[in-house]
Each structure stands twice: as C-alpha cells, then as structure tokens.
C-alpha cells in the first residue's frame, strides 16, 4: 500500500486560513489523493479528493504538487467545527477476482486543534 | 438524505455471545466495507464487498464474517465474540469500488466484549 506521512498535529485560530501537509512519495500514476476528516465521537467524513489538478469545493482547497509527491489540504477559514483528525489517503488499486477496486488505507492522521 | 445506518450503536456482550452488527445504505452502492478503529492503530479494513454475492477480506479479518445477499445490506457477524474485538466499528459504502469515488461511513458501534 502507498504511504503517507502527516505531521501528528496542528494548531491553528478561529477564520485564519490552515494548511495541512501530506508528503506520498511513493504515489503510482493511478493513485488518487483522498481527504478524509472525523470529528470526535463520529465516522470519517469526506472532505475532497483530486488525482493530478487542484481542486476546490464548498469545504476545502486540495493543493497538489506538480510531480504529485505532497500535496496540502487547505481549510480557508478555519472554525471550531473544524476541529478534527484529518487523514490523508491515497485510494491506490487492489485486485480481487480480476476486478480492481480502490482501497483506502488510512494512517495516523493530523490532529487540529482550532483556537476561539 | 444520504445515509449508512448501523445498528446497534452501542452494546456489551459477552465472550462467545454470536452477535451481528448491521448496516445498510440508501445511495444504490455497489461497494460495502467495515472497518475497525483502536486507539494507536487507526481504521483497519475488517471486509469489503465489491457487490451482491461478492466479498473479500480486509486487513484484519479474522474473528468475523459478512454476506452480501441484498445490496443495500452487509452485516458483520461475530460468531463467537472474544475481548479483543473490543472496538469501534465503522460500515462504509461508495457507488462503486473505483478511485475516484467518495466513500460514506456510518456513525460507528461501539462493541464491548467482557
């Protein structure tokens, strides 16, 4: 399984832009690049995924480097909602019974804690 | 609304008590999957259904069993529960297995095995 690596937490103040950091080195060219949340006491929830362009939508911006090793989740103005482990994930191929399929293997994940 | 039901949220239950957690999804999924979640190990893949009447082991399979007969359904059995199955368990669903599709996870149960 492709790897990711995300530092184990992050601070940040009410409505002042985050910026959380992903490196995946070891990214394939089919891999996509998934962000995940979870909220204390609830399931994952997804948050935005992109495979080599950037991407916006209504939660966050996906930032992804050109050569597609690291890419950055950025929450525009963060709130106390968004107080979350927030998982990096790249949905790489798996095979079964002739029929690939994308597996999400999730890590550690980052931690961010949001400061009224 | 878009919704992955599992049920129960919350039960205790005793070592070689058979118990079934299920899960169901309103969205016409095609891919199913349960995961569990220790503290320090993360979301493990327990299963996965790619459709009805196909299923696969996860990561940690071993302790549980599914079926698929329907394809809004995909209980997780615990034939003979120990304590180390002591978890949280998430049931999870896209529209297909492929990459680009978002995942949709229940609300979690939590199990207690004494």
């Known amino acids: 399984d492709a790897k990711t690596t995300q530092p184990n937490s992050m601070e940040s103040n009410e409505e002042e832009p985050v910026h959380l950091p992903c490196n995946h080195s070891t990214i394939s060219g089919t891999d996509y690049i998934h962000w995940y949340r979870q909220l204390p006491s609830q399931g994952p929830e997804y948050v935005i995924h992109?495979?080599?362009s950037n991407v916006n939508n209504r939660m966050a911006s996906l930032a992804i480097a050109e050569d597609r090793k690291s890419s950055t989740l950025i929450l525009h103005r963060a709130t106390l909602r968004d107080a979350a482990v927030y998982y990096c994930?790249?949905?790489?191929?798996?095979?079964?019974?002739?029929?690939?399929?994308?597996?999400?293997?999730f890590g550690q994940g980052t931690i961010l804690t949001v400061h009224p | 609304e878009a919704q992955v039901t599992q049920n129960p949220r919350y039960l205790i239950t005793v070592t070689g008590k058979k118990l079934t957690v299920t899960c169901s999804q309103n969205m016409n999924h095609e891919y199913m999957s349960w995961y569990r979640q220790d503290p320090g190990l993360g979301l493990r893949q327990i299963y996965y259904?790619?459709?009805?009447?196909?299923?696969d082991k996860g990561d940690v399979p071993e302790g549980y069993k599914v079926s698929r007969k329907e394809k809004r359904n995909f209980p997780l059995i615990l034939e003979s529960p120990s304590p180390n199955q002591t978890s949280l368990y998430f049931c999870?669903?896209?529209?297909?297995?492929?990459?680009?599709?978002?995942?949709?996870f229940g609300e979690g149960s939590w199990l207690t095995v004494v």
């Open positions: 992109g495979l080599t």
């Open positions: 994930i790249l949905r790489d191929r798996q095979t079964a019974g002739g029929t690939s399929y994308g597996k999400l293997t």
């Open positions: 259904s790619m459709n009805v009447e196909v299923t």
């Open positions: 999870a669903s896209s529209l297909t297995g492929m990459f680009g599709n978002t995942i949709y």
